[in-house]
């Protein structure tokens, strides 16, 4: 008998809201249920704490604690608080939803913005919504909201970046768009900062320049799609962010040693996850394009 497949379907297990004003709220989530359950806690007025093993964070109002039960964590009303904790949870079957709540949460913290006004804060008032008045279509529609939800957390994180932290922000930015002619002068603008300063920041910070991590980024795309497809390798080019197809196959020759058509002949696709040059994180390398001049040529 074969084993069962994973179940992809989360589900609402209950929402509340709260009005805490002393210490004696308090829970140890490392003895409570089960680490299937995942909590998502909108502070709506006063202030939470919640403590894990990156330390201990406030939770005023307009963020949410994340947290699951049967983990390293506490969290409950702060012992220096003056005002009452007023809150909206919702525990929720993480099941499928898993990477998207670790990432977050590895990416950003266990205390997150969520704006009143915001997309995250509305799908959260409809989660709130439907599971009183039960009227979720199906579990199909129940886990869609939810991971809407995570989705929406994400991105507001992100956009929160832009004036916390440029260099992430630009780094996300070219994540997201490296399949789009990219010019980092104008990235760079977009974080704030100048040109030079992004491309010394983020080197500092992530051991490459931004320029390379773009050309890594739509090598692994384009290694893919060459092993996935059949498609002419002008498309695939295209389709991978590089100028042209030209372009393309001289940095694939240049890092893996043959062109894209031999590769995809000889069946050559044995990783599909292309390191950083080594000699990235030693020496400055000589500009790629886009990166030299007035900065107007997009990468």
């Given at each position: ?43 709506l007025a006063g202030a939470g704490f919640l403590e894990d093993a990156r ?132 990235v760079a603008a977009l974080c704030g900062v100048s040109r030079e300063h ?102």
């Amino acid at each position: 008998m074969t084993d069962p497949l994973p179940d992809p379907f989360s589900s609402v297990l209950g929402i509340g809201e709260e009005l805490r004003t002393g210490t004696d709220y308090f829970w140890d989530n490392h003895r409570r249920g089960s680490g299937e359950e995942a909590v998502i806690q909108l502070t709506l007025a006063g202030a939470g704490f919640l403590e894990d093993a990156r330390g201990r964070s406030f939770a005023p109002a307009g963020t949410a604690m994340l947290f699951s039960h049967d983990e390293d964590s506490r969290y409950g009303y702060p012992p220096e608080a003056t005002a009452s904790y007023r809150l909206r949870y919702l525990v929720f079957k993480v099941a499928g939803l898993r990477a998207w709540f670790d990432r977050l949460r590895a990416e950003f913290g266990a205390v997150v913005l969520m704006a009143p006004a915001g997309e995250a804060a509305d799908i959260f008032a409809d989660l709130v919504r439907r599971y009183k008045k039960r009227q979720f279509r199906d579990r199909v529609q129940e886990t869609e909201l939810l991971h809407r939800l995570l989705v929406a957390l994400y991105r507001e994180q992100v956009a929160a970046t832009q004036t916390r932290d440029p260099v992430d922000y630009g780094s996300h930015h070219l994540r997201d768009n490296f399949r789009s002619p990219l010019n980092l002068k104008e990235v760079a603008a977009l974080c704030g900062v100048s040109r030079e300063h992004f491309i010394r920041a983020f080197r500092r910070r992530h051991g490459e320049p931004p320029g390379a991590l773009l050309r890594r980024l739509r090598l692994e795309h384009a290694h893919r799609m060459l092993r996935a497809t059949q498609l002419p390798v002008q498309e695939v080019a295209l389709a991978s962010g590089f100028a042209d197809a030209n372009t393309f196959c001289r940095a694939y020759r240049l890092k893996f040693g043959v062109s894209p058509g031999a590769a995809r002949k000889q069946g050559r696709f044995t990783s599909p996850t292309v390191g950083p040059d080594r000699d990235d994180a030693k020496k400055t390398p000589r500009p790629a394009r886009g990166e030299s001049g007035s900065g107007r040529r997009p990468l």
